[in-house]
């Protein structure tokens, strides 16, 4: 079963600093990476999506990177704001047939960016 | 607006009560999921539907039920809810087949069953 995993679980920076979020994950054989914000008591709102073919993506301040052979991609959000402050999740989705709409979320990493 | 729509937000239940938290979609996308969220568990999904008429299980499918008669609504159903069932919930859409886009996700449902 696919275990997806992002390192660590929370994060505190001051603001202006560079943001560094980790997501891992155990099978390489995945469709896409999609990486999501969630504030507090609200939904999910996606960021990101890397395409398995793909390398990176970027939108603005926010780059993500992925390595499938390694299992690993990385979301960085230059110059943090204190409006960065949320929970970051990553996802991933599957090709295997018996995979196919089935997503798994890592448990996310919780951001603070202090003033 | 594109939206996902879920209702009720909030629900305070006792058990075996049958409810139905509704879930409607007007981006026109074929593929539609339910998730749970709970502390320290993080985001798991019930179930999951690739078009109308068609819907397969997710990682913990156990005590819910789900239909999609209609391309725009998936109603997630809990015929006798138990405590273990007190979550918040999610319902979620994308554009991309078997959910390979975009996935929108609605503002969530809070759940308590007494």
């Known amino acids: 079963k696919q275990e997806v995993t992002q390192i660590p679980a929370a994060l505190s920076v001051p603001e202006g600093e560079n943001l560094v979020l980790n997501c891992s994950f155990t099978d390489s054989a995945i469709y896409n990476l999609q990486w999501f914000r969630q504030d507090p008591g609200k939904g999910l709102t996606s960021l990101l999506l890397i395409q398995s073919s793909q390398r990176e993506q970027t939108s603005g301040r926010l780059n993500a990177s992925l390595d499938k052979s390694s299992g690993r991609s990385t979301l960085y959000i230059a110059a943090s704001q204190p409006g960065d402050s949320a929970t970051y999740l990553c996802?991933?989705?599957?090709?295997?047939?018996?995979?196919?709409?089935?997503?798994?979320f890592g448990a996310g990493t919780q951001v603070v960016v202090t003033p | 607006e594109a939206q996902v729509t879920q209702n009720p937000r909030y629900l305070i239940t006792v058990t075996g009560k049958k409810l139905t938290v509704t879930c409607s979609q007007n981006?026109?996308?074929?593929?539609m999921s339910w998730y749970r969220q709970d502390p320290g568990l993080g985001l798991r999904q019930i179930y999951y539907?690739?078009?109308?008429?068609?819907?397969d299980k997710g990682d913990v499918p156990e005590g819910y039920k789900v239909s999609r008669k209609e391309k725009r609504n998936f109603p997630l159903i809990l015929e006798s809810p138990s405590p273990n069932q007190t979550s918040l919930y999610f319902c979620?859409?994308?554009?991309?087949?078997?959910?390979?886009?975009?996935?929108?996700f609605g503002e969530g449902s809070r759940l308590t069953v007494l």
């Open positions: 539907s690739m078009n109308v008429e068609v819907t």
């Open positions: 979620a859409s994308s554009y991309g087949a078997a959910g390979t886009g975009e996935l929108f």
């Open positions: 981006m026109n996308h074929e593929y």
């Open positions: 996802a991933v989705i599957r090709t295997t047939t018996d995979s196919w709409g089935k997503f798994q």
